[in-house]
């Protein structure tokens, strides 16, 4: 499941203990932003034996490695993928080149250490070249499995305000959306910027998954709640699924290649949708 | 006619303290208490020896107390909650005597019955008029309720009632009755009011803390209590809090009408009753502001007795009718049983408070707590101390799963069918200890430092001395 | 590994430990301050005994200053320290 995605700060011990106990469905150890350029080795350390001795078996560990400017990300692929986390998180992605340069160095490092699990990536996109870029990016490379819209940086790059409305950004979501279903991955939305702002929250994630996005990263426990919540289906669309699969079911027997539910035409993709909705529906007990 | 006198020390002469005796205070001031401190300092200066303090709790301000222990001013210390500063004494071995451990509801039952009789009662009160009505609900030191000082007016020999507001007889709004008052004394301060009450009680912010709230309030949800007519207790630490901002939500969410909510109040119980999840509040003791002005302006909101709230003596008790209560621990074992008295080392840092009261008489009894506090996991094989006994004691909420009382086999059933983290507490122990290593024992000495009476009236466990 | 400079690492928050390194002549001196002393002491000493056992320290003074830190931890606090201090890349 693939609906919440929370930021840890990779130096914090005390957080780095409760990481996966926070309800989220992915956590993301920072290396980046969180920690300051004299702990970077600190907090490469520490996530490095988080994920050695600590059990993470609730949620996906995803990792935001520093970017390929500077002298850190190497060093932290050497560190993390031996401990073979789910996903890598480069941020600043700007073109398939990018992403290939880290996938080729997550290679090397896989093969000096052994690791035979190809470890999948999620590239930050946070710059307008990214945004236009976002196609490319998404297919750039077989393990890019989802791409992340990261609005702070984003919105620096395009000299505008951040707004809790977000209109600034709604080309850029859009975008990312298209270009992730266009390469069959997933597409994640930036985080809400105010933390005590709960219903500002709900609107911006239910916003979100109207255009079409899987799931919503949050840099506050207090947003995966509701995040969880909004990205779960509802009551009318498992209902729905459950009338699909019906009908499917019925089609085949009766040996109709074609067949419609409520004047619309069920083709794949639509089947494919409600199948992911009922398994989701189940995982969550709802079924 | 005027029962004001002069002075403190002309109050005590008038009441005829004599060595030995057994003096009393309530706690309502909290840690912005100058009512025991002023009292025993006086009592001190003119020469008394040997008394038995008798106050429902006793916190960090209380700190002088030791040196008139010290002193063999006071030789016997009767109370129902021990701050961390006065604890960490006691439990070196400092007192003779152990210090006797009651519940909020067993102090006023020993009282009444005549097991601890009062000979002088010394009670703040941050309003009076000349002839002793007096009240907590006003005045610049106001507390709120005055739940745990009833018990004190009622039953003492003589009662001295201590005010740093006096105003024009008769109060009107009177909790406490002049029939019950010998002596008023007026005083400049009886306490600091940013240490009486909070401004504002605020839910927790940590995440850990959240995430228990959560699942406590899907148990609350599965448990098949939360309907028309639903109570609910909670304490006012963080996480307990934030159930009651949940739940909150929930009702209001589905119209659901309760009847009372409990406590220790604060603002978000007085949110709730304001938004009518419940009818009514019964209040032994307010812990902020919103509450204090709550209780002086809505009559839906009452002020209630010790004895009410939770005797086991009494006809009845409003804990025997409470659906839920949240409730927290520094330590629990696999057996349920729960540790409010002491830390993690043994050192005394609480006390049973309303805890094994409301365990006894709620239909669903939750413990709240994060699973490991650094590096010490909740979960041990037994409690340095037995505060309140497991079979009283339902669920175990953490943040990495509930455990479930095996007497209740019929809440377990509900709750893994609706697909809640259900996990035996041997296993959750097992989880905490993978996380921090397992410790090692801890030995405490052979001085028996204090006594947890329980409710029934039996030592159910004494606290030792740490070495 | 030789410890070349006074180096820290870690916090003093809780569930962290503060570790400092300094360069000694006389073996291995270990200060231990711990919220947990009673139940943990020899566990931490052992662990951080360990983590200078397989850097090959011989010399070494280190002070910690434990707020409750798992092992994990104080194995990943050590070898920061021990790191910084040692002038090796990482």
Wanted: glycine fraction near 8%.
């Amino acid at each position: 499941m693939r609906r919440s995605m929370l930021f840890m700060p990779g130096n914090n011990a005390g957080m780095l203990l409760n990481a996966d106990a926070l309800g989220a469905d992915s956590v993301i150890l920072d290396l980046e932003d969180a920690v300051s350029p004299s702990e970077k080795d600190s907090a490469r350390i520490l996530v490095r034996n988080a994920l050695k001795y600590l059990d993470y078996n609730n949620c996906e560990i995803i990792i935001r490695i520093n970017s390929i400017d500077t002298n850190y990300w190497k060093k932290d692929l050497d560190e993390i993928i031996p401990l073979k986390p789910h996903m890598i998180m480069p941020p600043k992605i700007s073109c398939a080149k990018d992403v290939q340069i880290i996938a080729d160095y997550m290679k090397t490092v896989e093969r000096r250490y052994s690791v035979e699990k190809e470890i999948s990536i999620i590239p930050l996109i946070e710059t307008a070249l990214g945004v236009e870029n976002a196609f490319e990016i998404a297919k750039s490379t077989d393990r890019v499995k989802a791409i992340f819209l990261g609005a702070e940086d984003l919105t620096a790059d395009l000299r505008c305000k951040r707004t809790k409305k977000g209109d600034e950004i709604f080309y850029s979501r859009g975008r990312i959306v298209t270009a992730a279903r266009a390469a069959s991955i997933d597409a994640y939305d930036t985080p809400f910027t105010d933390v005590e702002d709960e219903e500002g929250l709900r609107e911006d994630a239910e916003f979100a998954k109207g255009l079409g996005f899987t799931g919503k990263a949050s840099i506050s426990p207090r947003h995966v709640m509701t995040i969880n919540e909004v990205f779960s289906p509802t009551v009318e669309e498992i209902e729905y699924a459950k009338e699909v699969m019906d009908i499917i079911r019925i089609a085949k027997e009766q040996g109709k290649g074609a067949i419609s539910l409520h004047g619309k035409m069920i083709d794949a993709p639509i089947v494919e949708r409600a199948r992911q909705t009922l398994e989701m529906a189940k995982a969550l007990g709802g079924v | 006619m005027s029962k004001i006198v002069g002075s403190l020390k002309e109050a005590i002469k008038l009441s005829g303290l004599k060595n030995g005796m057994r003096i009393s205070f309530h706690h309502h001031l909290r840690n912005g208490d100058h009512v025991i401190n002023m009292v025993m300092d006086e009592i001190a200066n003119m020469g008394y020896k040997e008394l038995t303090v008798n106050s429902s709790s006793v916190f960090d301000i209380h700190i002088p107390l030791i040196d008139h222990i010290k002193n063999n001013v006071v030789t016997g210390l009767e109370v129902n909650y021990m701050g961390g500063a006065v604890g960490r004494v006691i439990s070196s071995g400092l007192m003779e005597k152990p210090v006797d451990f009651r519940s909020h509801g067993g102090r006023p039952s020993d009282i009444e019955s005549g097991k601890t009789p009062i000979d002088v009662a010394f009670i703040a009160a941050p309003t009076s008029d000349n002839m002793g009505n007096c009240t907590g609900k006003y005045g610049k030191s106001a507390c709120g309720s005055l739940g745990y000082a009833f018990v004190d007016a009622m039953h003492a020999k003589k009662v001295i009632v201590i005010t740093d507001n006096l105003v024009d007889y008769p109060l009107y709004d009177f909790s406490i009755a002049e029939t019950y008052v010998d002596y008023v004394v007026c005083v400049d301060k009886i306490g600091d009011p940013s240490g009486i009450v909070s401004g504002t009680t605020r839910i927790t912010r940590d995440p850990v803390g959240l995430m228990m709230a959560a699942y406590a309030t899907k148990v609350i949800q599965q448990s098949g209590l939360l309907k028309d007519g639903f109570s609910f207790q909670t304490g006012a630490g963080g996480a307990s809090l934030a159930v009651a901002k949940y739940l909150k939500e929930l009702m209001l969410k589905e119209n659901i009408k309760g009847s009372f909510g409990m406590g220790g109040i604060t603002g978000y119980l007085v949110d709730m009753l304001e938004s009518g999840c419940f009818a009514t509040l019964m209040d032994v003791q307010c812990f902020d502001l919103k509450a204090v002005q709550s209780i002086s302006n809505n009559p839906k909101h009452r002020e209630v007795t010790a004895s009410h709230y939770a005797s086991p003596t009494a006809k009845s008790a409003i804990v025997d009718n409470l659906d839920v209560v949240i409730l927290g621990a520094t330590q629990i074992d696999t057996d349920f049983n729960v540790n409010v008295h002491t830390d993690s080392n043994g050192f005394i840092m609480g006390g049973s408070g309303g805890h094994s009261d409301t365990a006894s008489g709620a239909k669903l009894t939750m413990i709240i707590a994060p699973l490991t506090r650094a590096r010490l996991s909740i979960v041990v094989d037994k409690v340095l101390c037995v505060s309140t006994p497991g079979r009283t004691v339902d669920v175990l909420v953490t943040q990495r799963g509930i455990a479930v009382n095996p007497l209740r086999k019929d809440l377990k059933d509900r709750l893994i069918e609706a697909k809640l983290p259900v996990i035996d507490i041997n296993d959750l122990k097992g989880i905490a200890e993978k996380i921090t290593g397992i410790p090692k024992n801890i030995n405490l000495g052979n001085k028996v430092v204090g006594n947890v009476i329980y409710r029934d009236g039996t030592i159910i466990d004494t606290i030792k001395n740490v070495k | 590994m030789k410890i070349k400079k006074v180096a820290t690492a870690g916090t003093l928050e809780s569930s962290d430990i503060f570790v400092q390194v300094e360069p000694n002549e006389n073996g291995i001196e270990l200060e231990l301050h711990s919220i947990v002393y009673n139940q943990f002491s020899e566990e931490i000493e052992k662990t951080v005994r360990e983590v200078l056992n397989d850097f090959d320290v011989k010399n070494i003074k280190i002070i910690l200053n434990d707020r409750g830190a798992v092992e994990c931890a104080i194995r990943a606090r050590v070898e920061t320290a021990l790191i910084r201090a040692g002038g090796v890349e990482n």
